[in-house]
């Protein structure tokens, strides 16, 4: 017997995610914008980061971080990101945006305009405020929890 409610908060949040990604995924390839979802991916994250570590970013993502470093070698290698030393561990490399990153996340912030264009397509303006309001409190308590997990952890 399955008692497993598939239209629980985390089966929905999770089917949403995954097919929002899947459709990102394929609007930033068929828009030619040279990059991988992936890399689209990373240099997104690496926006919103602003300069961190690789190793950070890769968190961030939930990828491991030798598929990151392919990313950041390829987005390196088009101009889009470089790569500067931590200055608080010189063994640590940063992923810092160029100049040249602007246009490239100008035509993805476009690519996710429309799609959000789209996604609130059978929602009225104020379902879809309500929506990301509820979406980022629940966001603030798992952060919480995760905080108050790790403070019991290193307490004990």
Same mark, same amino acid.
């Given at each position: 017997m399955n #008692?497993?409610?598939h239209?629980s908060l985390g089966? =929905?949040?999770?089917d949403?995610s *995954?097919?929002?990604?899947a459709?990102? +995924? !394929? !609007?930033?390839t068929?828009a030619?914008l040279g990059?991988t979802p992936?890399?689209?991916r @990373?240099l997104?994250? @690496?926006a919103r980061?602003?300069?961190?570590?690789? /190793? @950070?970013?890769a968190e961030?993502?939930?990828v491991?971080?030798m598929t990151?470093?392919?990313?950041?070698?390829? =987005?390196?290698a088009r101009g889009l990101?470089?790569?500067v030393s931590?200055? #608080? +561990? !010189? *063994?640590?490399?940063?992923?810092r945006l160029?100049?040249a990153?602007a246009? #490239? =996340?100008s *035509?993805? $912030?476009?690519? &996710?305009?429309?799609? !959000?264009? +789209?996604?609130m *397509?059978?929602? &009225?303006p104020?379902?879809w405020t309500?929506?990301?309001a &509820? =979406?980022? &409190?629940v966001r603030a #308590?798992l952060?919480?929890?995760? $905080? /108050?997990?790790?403070?019991?952890?290193d @307490?004990?």
């Amino acid at each position: 017997m399955n #008692t497993l409610d598939h239209e629980s908060l985390g089966f =929905l949040v999770a089917d949403v995610s *995954r097919l929002i990604r899947a459709e990102i +995924d !394929r !609007r930033i390839t068929e828009a030619g914008l040279g990059l991988t979802p992936g890399e689209g991916r @990373a240099l997104g994250h @690496a926006a919103r980061a602003g300069e961190v570590r690789q /190793s @950070a970013l890769a968190e961030r993502m939930g990828v491991e971080a030798m598929t990151m470093s392919t990313y950041v070698d390829r =987005l390196q290698a088009r101009g889009l990101v470089e790569r500067v030393s931590d200055p #608080t +561990d !010189r *063994r640590a490399k940063l992923v810092r945006l160029t100049p040249a990153a602007a246009e #490239t =996340l100008s *035509r993805i $912030a476009d690519i &996710s305009a429309g799609l !959000r264009g +789209d996604l609130m *397509r059978d929602l &009225s303006p104020d379902d879809w405020t309500h929506l990301l309001a &509820s =979406l980022k &409190s629940v966001r603030a #308590t798992l952060c919480e929890l995760r $905080a /108050s997990g790790r403070k019991d952890r290193d @307490a004990a």
